[in-house]
């Protein structure tokens, strides 16, 4: 049985005028998968943190000293000479300029694009996929708001630079439903990186063409299978939601309630502790629900999440 081998690895992310990017570094050629593209990082020493690895490692390689890293995804890939666990972090500040010592090159790629060199380590693939995702989730609300309340909310979110959207409102009568998910539809085309899940209906997503679903968490338990839509989303609240959305193998995840709701604000919620620890090992992307705001996003992405989901507030 091949040994696990833990590895802190770095998402560098920088900010130009073309978009956000990310570095990948060319593993050299006296180490195993030789000439490919990789994340840059390495494995822990005996009694290191992922995080005292990954300053350690990005010192070490790449001459820098990391000033903001948040936890990110963890992946675990079995290569032929060892099983490796992969804790990813996101990496949007540091010190110093980036020269490579152990890798033989280094480039960076747009986010949403593919990398123009290849191959990329088998281990980070699913990563890109991930990392094109927004850092807001969000939800509407057109049942309490109204439909064309609703419909305008969502204009004014798309030019604000909403890009992930799904549409709830499921006790909406069904032909006002498919009214509403056309006409979102339609704006959200005007916009071509922006994407729109239905909840709880493939049937409607398939008939409206949206991106993809999202599973209430109920859903999860009778499932035997993902469903076909190309973006999958789930619902969770508990440890077992999130095992059954990673068994299904959807691409994100909402886990709530985090904080106090106005709905519900004497439900305590979760809190930042927990959900830290819930998505600590988790291998899909987690937004966090309940309680959301703008300004929570740092404190969302420094205990783990991807970013937040809002019902209200975008």
Not at 151 to 170: F, T
Not at 181 to 190: F, H, Y
Not at 241 to 258: H, I, K, Y
Not at 270 to 288: D, H, I, N, S
Request: with cysteine; proline share 6%.
């Amino acid at each position: 049985m091949n040994r696990t081998v833990e590895v802190s690895a770095a998402i560098l992310l920088r900010e130009t005028a073309g978009g956000k990017e990310y570095l990948l570094a060319q593993r050299p050629p006296d180490k195993v998968y030789a000439g490919y593209w990789e994340f840059p990082g390495g494995k822990l020493e005996a009694g290191e943190s992922f995080h005292d690895a990954l300053v350690r490692e990005l010192r070490e390689e790449l001459e820098i000293d990391i000033l903001q890293a948040a936890p990110w995804l963890c992946r675990e890939f079995t290569y032929p000479h060892a099983h490796v666990r992969l804790k990813f972090f996101r990496v949007t500040a540091w010190r110093g300029v980036i020269h490579p010592h152990e890798h033989t090159g280094a480039v960076w790629t747009r986010v949403g694009e593919t990398p123009r060199v290849e191959p990329v380590l088998p281990a980070n693939g699913p990563i890109l996929r991930a990392l094109a995702l927004p850092d807001v989730y969000a939800i509407t609300h057109a049942e309490t708001n109204g439909v064309e309340s609703e419909l305008a909310r969502i204009d004014r979110g798309l030019h604000n630079g909403i890009r992930l959207l799904q549409i709830r409102d499921k006790s909406l009568p069904a032909a006002e439903r498919l009214r509403f998910a056309e006409e979102v539809m339609a704006r959200t085309r005007l916009f071509g990186d922006a994407r729109v899940l239905i909840n709880d209906d493939e049937p409607l997503a398939r008939a409206v063409g949206a991106h993809g679903v999202h599973l209430p968490s109920h859903a999860l338990s009778t499932l035997a299978r993902r469903p076909g839509a190309d973006w999958v989303a789930a619902s969770c609240h508990t440890a077992d939601d999130l095992q059954r959305a990673t068994d299904l193998g959807v691409d994100f995840v909402v886990l709530s309630p985090v904080l106090p709701t106005a709905s519900h604000p004497d439900a305590p919620g979760m809190g930042w502790a927990q959900f830290g620890k819930l998505v600590e090992r988790l291998t899909l992307p987690a937004y966090a629900l309940g309680g959301m705001r703008g300004t929570l996003l740092s404190t969302a992405k420094a205990h783990g999440a991807h970013g937040i989901a809002m019902l209200s507030g975008w």
